[in-house]
């Protein structure tokens, strides 16, 4: 039996995600391959940004080849291209969604065309199930976390993740052997820990896990974490970077990501990394340790500078613990990113002021830092998970990006900004522009 892992197309709406995404392995395929090839099965992964494959050579492959499923990986930047391609395959292949989008959006996902099913949460055992019933012609629709045309399943436990074998490096095979890369960094993508305990408003993350029982955030050994580092440092992709895409890396575990640093030191590797976190996992010791073990970029996830703002995204700091964190970095010389909501719909002019006068202090860059909207970011998610890609309603959004980001930028490298010219700025783009995208998203989500 044949089976094909697929990640469609992105279609990114700010430069951070094209940067931090569209290049990178898809570790979530990766794991699943793993498990699969463990267990004797033929798997191909084929990550179309990564190869540059065309949607026609994509489709032509997967269609030609005698695969007999066919599993995709779905979050909000690539779900209508995903559906656009299970859609061009025939009825013979069995097409299966995962990740974000078909966790959250279950019932939407399942009733399109080409759609056979649907696995929400974790989808290592489910998919190796679904698989095994393919390959055997048993009956599938009793798969826990598996969603079919008539029901949807139950949810089985949130699993032990040391006991996952490391993931498949097939797409960094394949990136890696393109020259171009031979004198950059070359990064991989490693996991060290999955889910989040926090339960901030804006969130996705705990959505996501917290459909099922068990412990939300779980720990891999820090051995094991290691040694998977050390096997890519050493090995033939001769990795030089590593990417912790873990949700909170420190958590609420400073003793495992102590472990990990002090392994790195110890075996001598000569790595950079990067990690995400919140400002209130970061103290000097932790991270002068963590810059010795190769620590060059942290995005910080500080969302407001405004106390009341940060309550109502019931983030769980102060501003004050936003600010120590962002001088910690600082005085350690470690680059950080910072993400940012400035909006929600109830934000006001003195909240607004105070997190664009902080942000100027601390060196809020155009191509780094996402800018997001929570009314409008979490909207967007609900309208068929997709940026349209009819011309005219993605050159309007496009364009309204554009005038966004334009504006902020511009007041944000201005000296001095009235109040009256703030005001302005807030209510063109969480008023005006953004909801005239909305309403255009909304009216292409209708007609499709």
Request: hydrophobic residues 35%; contains cysteine; proline residues 2%.
């Amino acid at each position: 039996m044949k089976i094909a892992l697929v990640t469609c197309r992105f279609i990114y709406d700010d430069y951070y995600s094209l940067a931090a995404s569209s290049i990178h392995e898809n570790l979530a395929l990766e794991y699943i391959a793993s498990l699969l090839r463990k267990n004797g099965y033929h798997v191909d992964l084929f990550n179309q940004d990564l190869e540059n494959i065309s949607d026609e050579h994509l489709t032509s492959y997967l269609t030609n080849n005698n695969y007999e499923l066919v599993g995709f990986y779905t979050n909000c930047s690539n779900t209508k291209e995903t559906l656009s391609t299970a859609k061009r395959l025939p009825s013979n292949i069995h097409k299966c969604l995962g990740g974000y989008s078909a966790t959250l959006f279950p019932q939407e996902l399942i009733a399109k065309k080409g759609v056979d099913s649907i696995i929400m949460g974790e989808g290592e055992f489910p998919f190796l199930e679904l698989a095994q019933a393919l390959k055997e012609g048993k009956d599938y629709s009793n798969i826990f976390n598996l969603v079919t045309k008539k029901k949807q399943n139950p949810m089985r436990p949130l699993i032990d993740i040391d006991e996952l074998s490391n993931p498949v490096r097939d797409e960094l095979y394949k990136k890696y052997s393109v020259k171009e890369f031979e004198d950059e960094l070359r990064w991989a993508l490693v996991s060290s820990s999955r889910g989040c305990n926090n339960n901030c408003a804006f969130c996705f993350v705990n959505r996501f896990y917290r459909i099922a029982e068990g412990q939300n955030a779980r720990y891999r050994d820090p051995i094991k974490v290691v040694n998977e580092i050390e096997e890519l440092v050493k090995g033939d992709l001769k990795i030089n970077a590593i990417w912790f895409v873990d949700e909170d890396f420190i958590g609420r575990n400073e003793e495992r990501a102590i472990l990990i640093a002090e392994e790195i030191i110890k075996r001598d590797m000569d790595i950079s990394i990067e990690i995400d976190c919140r400002p209130d996992s970061i103290n000097y010791d932790l991270f002068s340790l963590l810059k010795k073990a190769g620590l060059v970029n942290v995005f910080i996830g500080i969302e407001s500078f405004s106390q009341s703002m940060l309550n109502r995204l019931n983030k769980g700091v102060s501003v004050q613990q936003n600010i120590e964190a962002l001088n910690i970095l600082k005085s350690l010389d470690i680059n950080y990113i910072l993400g940012n909501i400035f909006f929600d719909e109830r934000t006001n002019l003195s909240e607004l002021h105070d997190s664009l006068k902080i942000c100027r202090k601390y060196n809020f860059q155009q191509l780094n830092d996402p800018i997001r909207v929570r009314k409008s970011y979490l909207t967007f998610d609900k309208i068929h998970c997709h940026i349209p890609r009819d011309k005219k309603t993605k050159k309007l959004y496009k364009k309204i990006k554009k005038e966004c980001a334009n504006l902020f930028y511009n007041f944000l490298n201005s000296g001095n900004t009235s109040d009256e010219e703030i005001l302005k700025l807030k209510n063109e783009v969480s008023e005006k522009l953004y909801q005239k995208v909305l309403k255009e998203l909304q009216k292409n989500a209708n007609k499709s």
